[in-house]
Nanobody, 119 residues
Framework: QVRIVESGGGLVQPGGSLRLSCAAS????????MAWYRQAPGKQRELVAR???????NYADSAKGRFTISRDNAKNTMYLQMNSLTPEDTAVYCCNVGVVGSTGVGDYWGQGTQVTVSS
């Protein structure tokens, strides 16, 4: 069984920064892509950033130049450094992980962490 846990959300003022973490644990043989999604109230879930096992990344236009995704393969952990935050970044941020485990390939989600940008 695979468990995904996000952390690092909270309340921050506009222009501030936050660093989110996503840790995968359990029976994991390898991890393919890891990604951050977010969903704001009344809006559809959207991809924020993705990082592949080799380190290649892609970002939503809204995240480019402000957010940086990274991963520590040894720890099965992914990070999202968010700078220059605006109220439009307020959302629940969820981690998605593609795992090769004991039962084969699986797609796993965390519970999410709330990010609120407000003065």
């Amino acid at each position: 069984q695979v468990r995904i846990v996000e952390s690092g959300g909270g309340l921050v003022q506009p222009g501030g920064s936050l660093r989110l973490s996503c840790a995968a644990s359990g029976t994991i043989f390898s991890i393919a892509a890891m990604a951050w999604y977010r969903q704001a109230p009344g809006k559809q879930r959207e991809l924020v950033a993705r990082i592949f096992s080799g380190g290649r990344t892609n970002y939503a236009d809204s995240a480019k130049g402000r957010f940086t995704i990274s991963r520590d393969n040894a720890k099965n952990t992914m990070y999202l450094q968010m700078n220059s935050l605006t109220p439009e970044d307020t959302a629940v941020y969820c981690c998605n992980v593609g795992v090769v485990g004991s039962t084969g390939v699986g797609d796993y989600w965390g519970q999410g962490t709330q990010v609120t940008v407000s003065s």
